[in-house]
């Protein structure tokens, strides 16, 4: 029994293997950004997030070099106080550092027997020494992408640092006023939840209307007006920007809220209804005679039957619709532009105009994905049946 | 037609039906059905939509006429001067990148998503494991876009901060620029594409497998059928229905796709595909003409796909 079951387990390692390495890559991206999201600026750019857990930079380097006679942190000679940012300071590059290891105190060779060690082991000994003076202090991980991004700050340093110290750059004024700052992604954040909110529960009711009518009422044409419903489904959203853009320019309503909320809301109709009609179309027929019976009509079946049995219909629709908007770059980016950034437009425009700012980058995206994730590991369950009932969509 | 009957009791009145429908319909038709008609006319126009696309004709050069936008928007990134420079040009036109797109995208997305959802059928973290696949479609493929930019990452010195480099580099090989590469960079983005919707298929078609009747499995492993014969010869074709509706699916979501090359390459180094090109001509060129005749294009390739959808819904209806 024992060697049967031993047998059994064996014969799984390889297929569990697969398993683990496919989930391995398949998170694994996303795992980095996150660690990097969380680490200074010079150290993302210094090393990659894999190396988050070793030892800091030079720690190692001090320890062979500097440790026996300055002693752990630096304040063993009280002549030469290593955690004195001051003194520091005057050595805060391998070319200043250098010149004073190679330098003899007292007649004898700074660094005694040992011999003076390379530029780049300098580097690193400098970095170490600034972490200990205080001088740059280094932690393993931080808030201050995020505050960053938050803010929509684009100077040299933090924005907690500039703010200390009374330099920000011009359009931060280091209070709780920077959160609006249309350059970041607090402001962002708001505009997103602004454009989603109304574009999801509009739909919603819409299509309940219309969801109802094709399923449970008679008239000329029903099958045919569903039917051209289904092939509109699949019409890129490419198709329709242009005219729709000239129109509001007439309107007046491009780069408005109003604008973006009624495009979504028509072009989320087709899938929407055809959700809401198939499911309210699989409520059991007797349900709505017996209610005529006892005297209700349209109305009241709708509003009193129809929807709270649709509710998980309701919910998968509304799940999906919203992390739709949310993640939607290409309306944003077509009818509101820079005048109302979303997260989405904000983020692109991020990546095109910084380059290599990955700190903020890294943060911005994360607080992008930070509501889709929560809904999606939350409510899971009825997006999938939103997406099993046919999610070909624009 | 196979319209379901609705209980006699329930009949109404003529008008009743359109106070429920009116809303939806008027919204698609003025957000879908007039914008298509008039993208058409827009495409026989010139830049502003004002002029017929026939005066955009250079003196001397091959003209459409009123097609011009669609000579245009067929040929402007071919080099037609001999048979292998059309070729290559081709496969680095956006028509070319978009196929590639659509072959790879479409069949790794199926493959993983098959593979993967009979692997994890029935074992103890099926659910987690398919949430870990799945999670790519909940984010944004600007957020997805971020997120491989950065696997991607090249750096022209020795410190390699991306994840792919530094591997490379750690097996002693020379460090790639991915995205800037042509050939490749197609390539590298077709992978993101997979990574956001192997999820997607992965799903589907794992709700198809388990509505597989065990009796029919059973029945056969009894016969002494391998897992393997099980599995080609008995499931795929019970699935196969389900498997080409993921198909066309994909096929549809890979050709407007936009969002995942315009935030990792823009389109350049020779990434383009049609859906961005639309965008590029549209809204970066400002030529209406061109944008919307590319558009026009894009819904050609498209229509098949949707009469596979409207036939597949009467097929459907029949069957209540």
Same mark, same amino acid.
Request: aromatic share 12%; net charge positive.
């Given at each position: 029994?024992?060697?049967?079951?031993?047998?059994?387990?064996?014969?799984?390692?390889?297929?569990?293997?697969?398993?683990?390495?496919?989930?391995?890559?398949?998170?694994?991206? %996303?795992?980095?950004?996150?660690?990097?999201?969380?680490?200074?600026?010079?150290?993302?750019?210094?090393?990659?997030?894999? %190396?988050?857990?070793?030892?800091?930079?030079?720690?190692?380097?001090?320890?062979?070099?500097?440790?026996?006679?300055?002693?752990?942190?630096?304040?063993?000679?009280?002549?030469?106080?290593?955690?004195?940012?001051?003194?520091?300071?005057?050595?805060?590059?391998?070319?200043?550092?250098?010149?004073?290891?190679?330098?003899?105190?007292?007649?004898?060779?700074?660094?005694?027997?040992?011999?003076?060690?390379?530029?780049?082991?300098?580097?690193?000994?400098?970095?170490?020494?600034?972490?200990?003076?205080?001088?740059?202090?280094?932690?393993?991980?931080?808030?201050?992408?995020?505050?960053?991004?938050?803010?929509?700050?684009?100077?040299?340093?933090?924005? %907690?640092?500039?703010?200390?110290?009374?330099?920000?750059?011009?359009?931060?004024?280091?209070?709780?006023?920077?959160?609006?700052?249309?350059?970041?992604?607090?402001?962002?954040?708001?505009?997103?939840?602004?454009?989603?909110?109304?574009?999801?529960?509009?739909?919603?009711?819409?299509?309940?209307?219309?969801?109802?009518?094709?399923?449970?009422?008679?008239?000329?044409?029903?099958?045919?007006?569903?039917?051209?419903?289904?092939?509109?489904?699949?019409?890129?959203?490419?198709?329709?920007?242009?005219?729709?853009?000239?129109?509001?320019?007439?309107?007046?309503?491009?780069?408005?809220?109003? #604008?973006?909320?009624?495009?979504?809301?028509?072009?989320?109709?087709?899938?929407?209804?055809?959700?809401?009609?198939?499911?309210?179309?699989?409520?059991?027929?007797?349900?709505?005679?017996?209610?005529?019976?006892?005297?209700?009509?349209?109305?009241?079946?709708?509003?009193?039957?129809?929807?709270?049995?649709?509710?998980?219909?309701?919910?998968?629709?509304?799940?999906?619709?919203?992390?739709?908007?949310?993640?939607?770059?290409?309306?944003?980016?077509?009818?509101?532009?820079?005048?109302?950034?979303?997260?989405?437009?904000?983020?692109?425009?991020?990546?095109?105009?910084?380059?290599?700012?990955?700190?903020?980058? %890294?943060?911005?995206?994360?607080?992008?994905?930070?509501?889709?994730?929560?809904?999606?590991?939350?409510?899971?369950?009825?997006?999938?049946? #939103?997406?099993?009932?046919?999610?070909?969509?624009? | 037609?196979?319209?379901?009957?609705?209980?006699?009791?329930?009949?109404?009145?003529?008008?009743?039906?359109?106070?429920?429908?009116?809303?939806?319909?008027?919204?698609?038709?003025?957000?879908?059905?007039?914008?298509?008609?008039?993208?058409?006319?827009?495409?026989?126009?010139?830049?502003?939509?004002?002029?017929?696309?026939?005066?955009?004709?250079?003196?001397?050069?091959?003209?459409?006429?009123?097609?011009?936008?669609?000579?245009?928007?067929?040929?402007?990134?071919?080099?037609?001067?001999?048979?292998?420079?059309?070729?290559?040009?081709?496969?680095?036109?956006?028509?070319?990148?978009?196929?590639?797109?659509?072959?790879?995208?479409?069949?790794?997305?199926?493959?993983?998503?098959?593979?993967?959802?009979?692997?994890?059928?029935?074992?103890?973290?099926?659910?987690?494991?398919?949430?870990?696949?799945?999670?790519?479609?909940?984010?944004?493929?600007?957020?997805?876009?971020?997120?491989?930019?950065?696997?991607?990452?090249?750096?022209?010195?020795?410190?390699?901060?991306?994840?792919?480099?530094?591997?490379?580099?750690?097996?002693?090989?020379?460090?790639?620029?991915?995205?800037?590469?042509?050939?490749?960079?197609?390539?590298?983005?077709?992978?993101?594409?997979?990574?956001?919707?192997?999820?997607?298929?992965?799903?589907?078609?794992?709700?198809?497998?388990?509505?597989?009747?065990?009796?029919?499995?059973?029945?056969?492993?009894?016969?002494?059928?391998?897992?393997?014969?099980?599995?080609?010869?008995?499931?795929?074709?019970?699935?196969?229905?389900?498997?080409?509706?993921?198909?066309?699916?994909?096929?549809?979501?890979?050709?407007?796709?936009?969002?995942?090359?315009?935030?990792?390459?823009?389109?350049?180094?020779?990434?383009?595909?049609?859906?961005?090109?639309?965008?590029?001509?549209?809204?970066?060129?400002?030529?209406?003409?061109?944008?919307?005749?590319?558009?026009?294009?894009?819904?050609?390739?498209?229509?098949?796909?949707?009469?596979?959808?409207?036939?597949?819904?009467?097929?459907?209806?029949?069957?209540?």
């Amino acid at each position: 029994m024992k060697k049967e079951k031993i047998n059994q387990f064996l014969s799984h390692i390889p297929k569990n293997a697969l398993i683990i390495f496919i989930v391995i890559i398949w998170i694994v991206p %996303t795992f980095g950004l996150l660690v990097t999201s969380f680490r200074p600026v010079q150290s993302i750019n210094s090393s990659g997030w894999w %190396t988050i857990l070793n030892a800091p930079v030079g720690s190692k380097e001090y320890a062979t070099y500097c440790e026996a006679c300055h002693g752990n942190r630096g304040d063993l000679l009280p002549n030469a106080n290593l955690g004195d940012p001051e003194l520091i300071s005057k050595f805060d590059r391998s070319v200043l550092l250098l010149p004073a290891l190679a330098k003899e105190i007292d007649g004898a060779p700074h660094m005694k027997d040992v011999p003076v060690p390379n530029a780049q082991v300098v580097a690193d000994i400098v970095v170490h020494l600034k972490n200990i003076s205080g001088l740059e202090t280094r932690p393993r991980v931080t808030l201050n992408n995020y505050i960053d991004a938050l803010v929509g700050y684009r100077g040299t340093r933090t924005y %907690t640092q500039d703010c200390a110290e009374d330099t920000p750059p011009l359009d931060i004024n280091c209070n709780l006023s920077d959160l609006l700052n249309p350059r970041g992604m607090g402001r962002a954040f708001v505009n997103s939840l602004f454009v989603t909110i109304p574009a999801t529960i509009l739909p919603i009711i819409l299509a309940a209307f219309a969801g109802y009518a094709f399923a449970w009422m008679h008239f000329k044409g029903r099958m045919l007006i569903f039917a051209i419903l289904v092939g509109l489904q699949v019409v890129p959203l490419q198709m329709t920007m242009v005219p729709i853009s000239r129109i509001y320019a007439d309107l007046g309503l491009n780069a408005t809220f109003l #604008g973006v909320w009624l495009f979504h809301t028509g072009f989320g109709m087709p899938y929407a209804i055809y959700l809401m009609r198939n499911f309210l179309g699989s409520l059991p027929r007797d349900l709505f005679e017996s209610a005529y019976l006892d005297g209700a009509n349209h109305w009241t079946a709708f509003t009193k039957l129809a929807i709270p049995l649709a509710l998980p219909a309701i919910a998968s629709l509304g799940i999906f619709q919203f992390l739709w908007v949310w993640n939607d770059l290409l309306v944003a980016l077509v009818f509101l532009g820079g005048t109302k950034p979303v997260m989405t437009y904000q983020i692109s425009n991020m990546v095109s105009s910084l380059g290599a700012g990955w700190q903020i980058l %890294t943060a911005a995206a994360f607080l992008s994905m930070l509501l889709p994730m929560i809904v999606f590991f939350s409510l899971q369950r009825y997006f999938v049946r #939103g997406m099993l009932a046919g999610a070909v969509k624009g | 037609m196979g319209t379901k009957a609705v209980p006699k009791i329930m009949r109404q009145g003529k008008v009743t039906p359109y106070y429920y429908l009116a809303p939806a319909i008027l919204l698609m038709i003025f957000f879908i059905v007039y914008p298509m008609i008039n993208t058409i006319q827009l495409s026989f126009k010139d830049r502003t939509g004002l002029e017929s696309a026939a005066t955009t004709c250079v003196e001397g050069n091959p003209c459409w006429g009123v097609f011009e936008n669609y000579h245009y928007a067929l040929t402007a990134e071919l080099n037609t001067s001999t048979f292998v420079t059309l070729w290559n040009s081709f496969w680095i036109s956006s028509y070319g990148n978009t196929i590639k797109w659509i072959i790879f995208m479409v069949a790794f997305t199926v493959l993983i998503g098959l593979v993967f959802a009979k692997i994890v059928d029935g074992i103890k973290y099926e659910a987690l494991s398919k949430a870990m696949i799945f999670m790519p479609m909940a984010i944004s493929f600007v957020g997805a876009g971020v997120i491989w930019k950065f696997v991607y990452n090249y750096g022209s010195q020795q410190l390699q901060v991306g994840l792919l480099n530094a591997i490379i580099t750690g097996l002693g090989g020379k460090p790639i620029s991915f995205l800037t590469t042509p050939v490749l960079n197609t390539y590298m983005l077709i992978i993101v594409g997979v990574w956001i919707w192997t999820g997607f298929c992965m799903t589907i078609l794992s709700s198809a497998l388990k509505s597989v009747p065990d009796e029919i499995i059973e029945a056969s492993r009894v016969d002494g059928a391998t897992e393997w014969r099980v599995f080609t010869n008995i499931i795929i074709p019970m699935i196969m229905p389900t498997i080409l509706v993921v198909i066309t699916t994909m096929v549809i979501n890979v050709l407007k796709l936009f969002d995942l090359v315009y935030v990792m390459t823009g389109g350049n180094f020779h990434t383009d595909v049609i859906a961005n090109r639309m965008y590029t001509e549209m809204y970066i060129n400002f030529n209406m003409g061109r944008g919307t005749a590319i558009a026009v294009i894009l819904v050609v390739a498209i229509i098949p796909f949707i009469y596979m959808n409207i036939k597949r819904l009467l097929a459907q209806e029949e069957m209540r």
